[in-house]
């Protein structure tokens, strides 16, 4: 019975020291987590030159495999900058479908039944705001990142040619969505400004 | 000496006494994060094989490329499900009730430290395979499952408390003092960077966050009249800023903990509201909650 008691108060200790492990390596990802990502954004936004030896503690820290792993799975390496420096302009996909001569245009996420994967699907919309980085800064876009980029716009062509096989053709476009500014409203209209086009023929 | 131990009346005096915290949070942190859990999943079921997986729009392996190969996506969790089903539309049933079940098992209070894990792989499965449709809702929602294994979870208000009748109690504030200082760190370097974006400052940054055409708008809120009275927005930028700037300091006095936590509630009420951001804002809601709502009161 003294040992059982024992025993337990053992793991219970064990178990407190676990706990208050994770606790502090929760803290240190916190903290970690909110320079690197504020860090990059604020350096990104302001188009400013990188501190060599920041980027260089940061990205020993995350090179650590088993580090990372760890942020992954709890979601740890998020950055808390909510809309942070500037609230990032809103990219849209659109599907020209052309059957015997005939076109109907439709939004890249009007396939989804539910709001919530409408919504989720139009986040991928974000992953082109590289080239658009790319553009305003006169920067020339990663090769591989740019063909990696024009894979998806053909995939999401592709995936409308299958999905109906009366479509001849498809052209995806990418436009980016200006809203006029506060100070230029209501004098100016929004727009949407071409970026780029794909087109696929069966 | 003597001033370390006027320091210490001081912070006696005016600052919340952190471990002083009522046993609620745990089981309303608990409930209200399986909730949370299962709602958001139900909302993006109907859409799920076009979402996730290799029949997906954008198949796993586009959106995978350069992740850690090490993390288990829900192509390999549904996969190993074949061996059980024979099917692989049989399997994504199973891969949805496996979710929603666990989901519920939190929720009841049932084993949930293990269902937490259980359903942190899941969800992180999801959330790597559709990277690109990932948002800072699945993020807190790893975080909450993280946070609820650490907790007792089922210590109280719970069906295994109920069935197995164990009166063991463990020590929380370690986790609660955590969950805290994250909510802190967070709101902080939230207001940091909106202060040093020029945007936040001068009202542009709101103006332009209600009118993102991905942001749909389910109240069909018409904002363009305000456009008369430019001070709005900037008064709205200000007060985000604010109410998180300072959120570290003023959650912490006793006076103005209860009025800074409704501020923060207001302010992702609003979020939701005009950005439709629901799920994010509950976890934030939540969080909040389980953080600083149930500090015992102090004479």
Same mark, same amino acid.
């Given at each position: 019975?003294?040992?059982?008691?024992?025993?337990?108060q053992?793991?219970?200790?064990?178990?407190?020291?676990?706990?208050?492990g994770?606790?502090?390596?929760i803290?240190?990802?916190?903290?970690?987590?909110?320079?690197?990502?504020?860090y990059?954004?604020?350096?990104?936004?302001?188009?400013?030159k990188?501190?060599?030896?920041?980027?260089?503690?940061?990205?020993?820290?995350?090179?650590?495999?088993?580090?990372?792993?760890?942020?992954?799975y709890?979601?740890?390496?998020?950055?808390?900058?909510?809309?942070?420096?500037?609230?990032?302009?809103d990219?849209?996909?659109?599907?020209?479908?052309?059957?015997?001569?005939?076109?109907?245009? +439709?939004?890249?996420?009007?396939?989804?039944?539910?709001?919530e994967?409408?919504?989720r699907?139009?986040?991928?919309?974000?992953v =082109?705001?590289?080239?658009?980085?790319?553009? #305003?800064?006169?920067?020339?876009i990663?090769?591989?990142?740019?063909?990696?980029?024009?894979?998806?716009? %053909?995939? /999401?062509?592709?995936?409308?040619?299958? %999905?109906?096989?009366?479509?001849?053709?498809?052209?995806?476009?990418?436009?980016?969505y200006?809203?006029p500014?506060?100070?230029?409203?209501?004098?100016?209209?929004?727009?949407?400004?071409?970026?780029e086009?794909?087109?696929?023929?069966? | 000496?003597?001033?370390?131990q006027?320091?210490?009346?001081?912070?006696?005096?005016h600052f919340i006494?952190?471990?002083?915290?009522? *046993?609620?949070?745990?089981?309303?942190?608990? !409930?209200?994060?399986g909730?949370?859990?299962?709602?958001?999943?139900?909302?993006?079921?109907?859409?799920? #094989?076009?979402? =996730?997986g290799?029949?997906?729009?954008?198949?796993?392996?586009?959106?995978?490329?350069?992740?850690?190969?090490? +993390?288990?996506?829900?192509?390999?969790v549904?996969?190993?499900?074949?061996?059980i089903?024979?099917?692989?539309?049989?399997?994504?049933?199973?891969?949805?009730?496996?979710?929603? @079940?666990l989901? !519920?098992?939190?929720? /009841?209070?049932?084993?949930?430290?293990?269902s937490?894990?259980?359903?942190?792989?899941?969800?992180?499965?999801?959330?790597?395979?559709?990277?690109?449709?990932?948002?800072?809702?699945?993020?807190?929602?790893?975080?909450?499952?993280?946070?609820?294994?650490?907790l007792?979870?089922?210590?109280? $208000?719970?069906?295994?408390?109920l069935?197995?009748?164990?009166?063991r109690?463990?020590?929380?504030?370690?986790?609660?003092?955590?969950?805290? +200082?994250?909510?802190?760190?967070? =709101?902080?370097?939230s207001?940091?960077e909106?202060?040093?974006?020029?945007?936040?400052?001068?009202? #542009?940054?709101?103006?332009?966050?209600?009118?993102?055409p991905?942001? *749909?708008?389910?109240?069909?809120?018409?904002?363009? $009249?305000?456009?008369?009275y430019? $001070?709005?927005?900037?008064?709205?930028? $200000?007060?985000?800023?604010?109410?998180?700037?300072?959120?570290?300091?003023?959650?912490?006095? %006793?006076?103005?903990?209860?009025?800074?936590?409704?501020l923060?509630?207001?302010?992702?009420?609003?979020?939701? /509201? *005009?950005?439709? @951001?629901?799920f994010?804002?509950?976890?934030? !809601? *939540?969080?909040n909650l389980?953080?600083?709502?149930?500090?015992?009161?102090?004479?």
């Amino acid at each position: 019975m003294k040992n059982i008691k024992k025993l337990e108060q053992y793991l219970r200790s064990i178990e407190t020291y676990f706990k208050t492990g994770f606790c502090a390596l929760i803290m240190i990802s916190v903290v970690y987590s909110s320079i690197n990502t504020s860090y990059t954004s604020h350096i990104s936004f302001y188009n400013k030159k990188l501190n060599d030896f920041i980027i260089m503690v940061l990205s020993t820290i995350g090179e650590n495999k088993n580090y990372a792993l760890f942020l992954d799975y709890t979601g740890l390496n998020t950055g808390y900058g909510f809309f942070s420096p500037n609230v990032s302009s809103d990219l849209l996909i659109t599907h020209n479908l052309f059957t015997n001569g005939t076109s109907r245009l +439709i939004l890249s996420n009007s396939e989804f039944k539910t709001k919530e994967g409408a919504s989720r699907f139009a986040n991928l919309n974000s992953v =082109y705001m590289a080239k658009i980085e790319a553009i #305003e800064n006169k920067k020339e876009i990663d090769t591989l990142k740019s063909r990696y980029l024009e894979v998806i716009l %053909k995939r /999401l062509s592709k995936y409308q040619l299958n %999905k109906d096989s009366k479509v001849d053709s498809v052209r995806t476009d990418l436009y980016l969505y200006h809203f006029p500014l506060l100070v230029e409203y209501p004098e100016m209209k929004s727009k949407f400004i071409p970026v780029e086009s794909h087109t696929k023929i069966r | 000496m003597k001033v370390i131990q006027r320091l210490g009346k001081y912070f006696s005096q005016h600052f919340i006494d952190f471990s002083n915290v009522e *046993t609620n949070f745990v089981p309303v942190f608990r !409930i209200s994060i399986g909730i949370i859990l299962l709602f958001h999943f139900i909302a993006v079921i109907n859409d799920f #094989e076009l979402l =996730y997986g290799m029949d997906g729009i954008i198949p796993t392996d586009l959106q995978t490329i350069y992740q850690d190969s090490r +993390i288990i996506l829900v192509d390999e969790v549904i996969g190993s499900f074949d061996k059980i089903t024979g099917s692989h539309a049989n399997s994504i049933l199973l891969f949805k009730i496996s979710y929603i @079940l666990l989901s !519920i098992l939190i929720i /009841l209070g049932f084993f949930s430290r293990f269902s937490a894990l259980l359903l942190l792989v899941l969800q992180v499965s999801l959330v790597k395979a559709g990277y690109y449709y990932s948002y800072g809702a699945d993020f807190f929602a790893s975080m909450s499952l993280f946070y609820i294994m650490l907790l007792p979870s089922d210590n109280y $208000w719970s069906l295994r408390k109920l069935i197995f009748k164990s009166n063991r109690t463990q020590s929380y504030n370690v986790v609660h003092r955590t969950l805290q +200082i994250h909510l802190m760190i967070a =709101y902080f370097v939230s207001g940091i960077e909106k202060l040093s974006g020029f945007n936040w400052r001068n009202g #542009e940054s709101v103006w332009k966050a209600v009118h993102l055409p991905n942001f *749909t708008n389910d109240f069909e809120l018409d904002f363009n $009249w305000l456009s008369e009275y430019p $001070w709005v927005f900037v008064a709205l930028g $200000w007060t985000t800023i604010i109410i998180e700037l300072l959120y570290p300091l003023f959650i912490s006095l %006793k006076k103005t903990r209860i009025a800074w936590l409704y501020l923060t509630i207001s302010l992702h009420l609003g979020i939701a /509201l *005009t950005l439709n @951001l629901y799920f994010f804002s509950a976890y934030m !809601i *939540t969080w909040n909650l389980a953080a600083f709502y149930f500090i015992k009161q102090q004479e």
